[in-house]
């Protein structure tokens, strides 16, 4: 009985971070430093960083399935701690990027802009809907559910790698346009 506490006991906590997470990134997004006269350096070099730090995750997440497929919990369990506290770390960089700097443009015309939208919008409903899957996936772990995370995990899993590999394929469609 203890296990269905401790999802019960984290229930609460997903819903508030499912919804903070993105309201906080929306509002910082909007946010500029300078206008605020704060004077701060554009992070101008962070964009680099975070994609790569989105592909990072997108191969650790991998890692962590085929660990997991072959019997190895602990690495499992390890590669995907890693995998959210790298998506953490992107999400610190990506929000204090947007709150030094100004939005790049994408320049693109006809199809390949239609193909850039589509990839952008997708990669970031994608990214607010993956973020309650993680964390219930996660707890259900952490609450020897295994049955339940493995369900859950099924969907998560190509979704978050989705987002992941988006993430880079994003920053190289507009790295072009970056001024």
């Known amino acids: 009985m203890e296990d269905n506490s401790l999802e019960k006991k984290f229930s609460k906590f997903i819903v508030i971070i499912s919804i903070l997470i993105p309201v906080v990134v929306a509002l910082l997004f909007s ?15 962070l964009p680099p960083i975070y994609a790569t730090i989105n592909g990072i995750t997108a191969v650790v997440l991998i890692a962590g399935v085929l660990a997991i497929k072959n019997g190895k919990r602990k690495l499992h369990e390890r590669l995907m701690t890693t995998a959210i506290a790298l998506s953490i770390v992107f999400l610190v960089m990506y929000v204090a990027y947007h709150m030094t700097t100004d939005s790049t443009k994408f320049g693109g ?7 850039y ?26 609450a020897n559910k295994f049955d339940k995370h493995k369900k859950i995990a099924k969907i998560t899993f190509p979704i978050w790698l989705y987002v992941a590999i988006t993430g880079v394929v994003v920053y190289l469609m507009i790295s072009p346009y970056y001024v």
């Open 31 to 45: 946010v500029k430093l300078k206008d605020y006269g704060i004077n701060v350096q554009p992070l101008s070099f």
């Open 117 to 142: 939208f589509f990839i952008l919008i997708t990669h970031i409903i994608l990214s607010i809907a993956v973020i309650p899957l993680v964390l219930i996936t996660y707890v259900r772990a952490l």
């Open 109 to 115: 015309e006809g199809l390949i802009r239609n193909v």
